[in-house]
């Protein structure tokens, strides 16, 4: 329904701040959704004051706080809302939306814990305590494959929805 103000689609995109799979997914997530002629908004951390995560730089976390989150969605009124990652824009958009009693979705895209408890010592399941936490307001949890979703279904989170990766058939082909 809404059109993004700040800048368009393809501009996002020219300036990866990384490339993975996160990045890739939501590149053609949102490529598709505009290919079908609505507004996509991005929010990302380069919107915000950022430092380097600890153990990896590439990563830029954001200083930002949930008053900048409904500013933006009351500004921008976007018919759907989805989160994409438990960092900080996240976690300020979480409490934006459930303060503003606006619903959303979602998304589990990496071991998190695993990856928390390989470089510092953090017990796995406090970290997913954290995750079932952040998840639990969604509307749906979006995970990749049926092994993840039994995973974080073993892990106790709720409302699981398989959201997989499709081929682009235009770069891979049997040929």
Same mark, same amino acid.
């Given at each position: 329904r809404y059109q993004p103000r700040s800048r368009g689609l393809g501009d996002v995109y020219k300036r990866q701040p990384q490339v993975n799979g996160v990045v890739r997914t939501l590149q053609a997530t949102a490529a598709?959704?505009?290919?079908?002629?609505?507004?996509?908004?991005?929010?990302?951390? !380069?919107? +915000?004051? =950022?430092?380097?995560?600890?153990?990896? @730089? &590439?990563?830029?976390? $954001?200083? /930002?706080?949930?008053?900048?989150?409904?500013?933006?969605?009351?500004?921008?009124?976007?018919?759907?809302?989805?989160?994409?990652?438990?960092?900080?824009?996240?976690?300020?958009?979480?409490?934006?939306?459930?303060?503003?009693? !606006?619903? +959303?979705? =979602?998304?589990?895209?990496?071991?998190? @814990? &695993?990856?928390?408890? $390989?470089? /510092?010592?953090?017990?796995?399941?406090?970290?997913y305590a954290m995750l079932r936490h952040f998840h639990a307001r969604s509307a749906h949890v979006m995970v990749s494959t049926q092994r993840m979703r039994a995973e974080l279904a073993f892990h106790g989170f709720g409302k699981l929805a398989l959201w997989p990766r499709g081929v682009d058939a235009e770069l891979f082909r049997p040929d």
């Open positions: 598709e959704i505009a290919r079908r002629d609505h507004g996509v908004r991005i929010v990302e951390p !380069r919107e +915000f004051q =950022t430092f380097a995560m600890p153990t990896y @730089p &590439e990563i830029r976390l $954001a200083v /930002v706080m949930a008053g900048a989150m409904r500013a933006i969605l009351n500004r921008e009124r976007p018919d759907a809302v989805h989160i994409a990652t438990e960092g900080p824009v996240g976690w300020a958009m979480r409490q934006a939306c459930l303060t503003t009693r !606006r619903s +959303f979705t =979602t998304s589990y895209h990496t071991r998190f @814990p &695993e990856y928390v408890s $390989a470089r /510092v010592p953090v017990p796995e399941w406090i970290t």
